[in-house]
């Protein structure tokens, strides 16, 4: 069954470090990979996605993804935290010719100053 | 560029009542539409997507239907609300044809079923 894991609820981070959110993904095929984010009341955005080549993404405001087919992940990074950073963050999976994202519990950020 | 509209942003309405929410999407055609629901800031359950006019697919058997009239136009129904309906639901959008193009969804509504 196609699945996808994020198994931290949240993560809590300070301003200027580093920030890794985690995901992991079950697969049959080759996957299409997502990550979103969410703020309050708002619809998700999308932030980055991986297809195929370079196993490094990077995507907007700074966030940049690493793809690792041997452990089936798929781990959001950023270098430098923000305080503006602190929302939900979904990774999702999509299969080639697929219509559907299947999408992880959500893993919420908090950026404190 | 492409935008999608969704209405309204929030709704209260008593047990037993009809639902009906509109999504419609403006700058492209024939999209992939879908509807998800959102429970208590969280995951996100796919509730129905549509490939086509008229053509719906239904993931969660429920007392909620969805329908596609028009090429950029879904609408999310329901004939007798219950309580556990309540949630935030999202509409959204992809491009067909191109399986790695994301999901561009709504703002949202935010349903409190009374």
């Known amino acids: 069954a196609q699945s996808v894991a994020q198994p931290e609820d949240q993560v809590n981070v300070a301003e200027g470090n580093p920030l890794t959110v985690k995901c992991t993904y079950s697969v049959s095929g080759n996957p299409y990979l997502f990550w979103y984010v969410q703020y309050p009341n708002r619809g998700l955005q999308f932030l980055l996605k991986?297809?195929?080549?370079?196993?490094l993404v990077k995507g907007s405001y700074g966030f940049e993804a690493e793809f690792n087919k041997s452990q089936t992940s798929f781990h959001l990074k950023k270098p430098s935290a923000l305080v503006s950073d602190s929302a939900l963050y979904f990774c999702?999976?999509?299969?080639?010719?697929?219509?559907?994202?299947?999408f992880g519990a959500g893993t919420r950020l908090f950026v404190k100053a | 560029s492409q935008t999608i509209h969704q209405w309204p942003a929030t709704l209260v309405q008593p047990v037993g009542s009809p639902l009906s929410l509109e999504c419609t999407v403006e700058?492209?055609?024939?999209?992939?539409l879908y509807w998800y629901r959102q429970a208590a800031g969280r995951g996100l359950q796919l509730l129905f997507y549509s490939v086509g006019i008229g053509q719906i697919s239904s993931e969660v058997p429920q007392n909620l239907s969805a329908s596609r009239p028009q090429d950029r136009q879904f609408i999310l129904s329901s004939k007798k609300l219950l309580l556990s309906d309540s949630g935030f639901y999202l509409c959204?959008?992809?491009?067909?044809?191109?399986?790695?193009?994301?999901?561009?969804f709504g703002n949202g509504t935010r349903l409190t079923v009374t």
């Open positions: 959204a959008w992809r491009r067909t044809g191109e399986s790695y193009s994301p999901l561009h």
């Open positions: 991986y297809i195929t080549g370079d196993n």
């Open positions: 700058g492209t055609s024939n999209p992939n």
């Open positions: 999702a999976v999509r299969y080639t010719g697929g219509f559907k994202t299947i």
